[in-house]
């Protein structure tokens, strides 16, 4: 095992509002982040898919909680600062109705307002806190602060900043890899800049299966769970374009959440290059052969390794 540096407060984002940067709130957004009481049963947290040491997510195919398999891929919340929508199909347009989604399910954390007022009366850091915020009531105070921390550990550090600001220069590999991402292999088209994503919804991903989906809402009856297709977009918008659409991802830090795609059928980064370069499986989508030879991938992958949190990157 190598090291590994976790939070690096020492940065932060311009668009953050000046609430989310207390300290305080950010210190009580952590403690919630970690704490199972928060979850029906006490046995589940935030924590408890988003592990701070897989770069925030739980490297699963698809999240496994309480023995079930959910639907999707979990994202990691390293990129929150980069979208405007959430989940991989958007559904939710600000970071406290996406936060409200794990809290209050019962499948993940399946928390209340009589679990919530419980623990915050019980914990003097969290109780100072929610006296010192502006919140109104115990929910809104929880679920602040959760997104100042999840704002607060988003990625801030990494070779491509070090080299866009000057301060380190690229290998001919990187700097290749580079020319290629923006030029002949087209991945800028939809992983644009600055934050390698458009936030819109495209088809792209291989084979669609069938899995067990999850009904929404606070059912955690087995027999509600059925088998089927993840429409992804079209769960949330009508219209054949967004049938089996998902959110064009972050590439920040792809070095460290794998496996990839919003259902995990990647592995690796090899065999997402792979998977571009024969112009991915659906006739109809929008992709199409690229002709890169397996130099060229290489370069690819060596710039996508720029993109990843120095924090999070294991030494040895
Ligand atoms: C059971 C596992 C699990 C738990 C527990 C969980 N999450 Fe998640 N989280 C996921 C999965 C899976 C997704 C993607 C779901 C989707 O797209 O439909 C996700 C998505 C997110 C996102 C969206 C990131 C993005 O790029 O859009 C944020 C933020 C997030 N979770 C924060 C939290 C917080 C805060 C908690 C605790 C209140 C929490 N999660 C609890 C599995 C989990
Ligand atoms: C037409 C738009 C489009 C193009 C072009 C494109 N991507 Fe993607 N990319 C997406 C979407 C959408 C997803 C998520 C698909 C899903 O989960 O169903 C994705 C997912 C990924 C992922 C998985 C990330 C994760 O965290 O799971 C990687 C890595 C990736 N793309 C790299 C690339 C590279 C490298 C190229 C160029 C060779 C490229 N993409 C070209 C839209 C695109």
Aim: proline share 2%.
């Amino acid at each position: 095992m190598g090291l590994v540096i976790f939070y690096n407060t020492a940065f932060s984002t311009s668009e953050d509002i000046t609430d989310v940067k207390s300290t305080f709130l950010i210190n009580a957004g952590k403690e919630l982040f970690f704490s199972k009481e928060l979850s029906y049963d006490s046995q589940v947290a935030c924590s408890s898919c988003h592990i701070p040491e897989k770069g925030f997510q739980d490297g699963y195919e698809r999240a496994l909680i309480r023995g079930k398999v959910l639907s999707r891929n979990t994202l990691s919340i390293l990129n929150v600062n980069r979208y405007l929508n959430y989940f991989w199909d958007g559904r939710a347009v600000s970071l406290e109705k996406q936060i409200e989604g794990p809290l209050f399910q019962k499948i993940e954390i399946g928390s209340s307002k009589e679990i919530i007022n419980k623990l915050v009366f019980s914990n003097t850091l969290l109780f100072n806190a929610f006296n010192l915020s502006k919140a109104e009531n115990t929910q809104a105070f929880v679920i602040s602060a959760l997104k100042a921390y999840c704002i607060d550990v988003s990625t801030k550090t990494t070779r491509y900043n070090q080299f866009l600001d000057g301060n380190i220069s690229f290998t001919n590999q990187e700097l290749s890899g580079m020319e290629l991402f923006f030029g002949k292999a087209n991945c800028s088209n939809c992983h644009s800049l600055p934050n390698f994503t458009d936030g819109k919804f495209h088809k792209v991903n291989k084979y669609r299966r069938k899995i067990i989906l999850q009904s929404p809402g606070n059912s955690t009856n087995v027999s509600d769970l059925k088998l089927g297709y993840d429409y992804g977009r079209g769960n949330v918008e009508n219209g054949r374009d967004a049938l089996f659409a998902f959110r064009t991802p972050s590439l920040f830090n792809v070095s460290i959440t794998s496996p990839y795609m919003h259902d995990g059928s990647h592995r690796t980064l090899d065999e997402v290059i792979d998977y571009y370069n024969r112009g991915g499986d659906i006739k109809t989508g929008p992709l199409y052969r690229l002709g890169l030879t397996n130099k060229e991938k290489k370069q690819i992958i060596s710039f996508l390794l720029t993109l990843s949190d120095s924090n999070y990157i294991k030494s040895q």
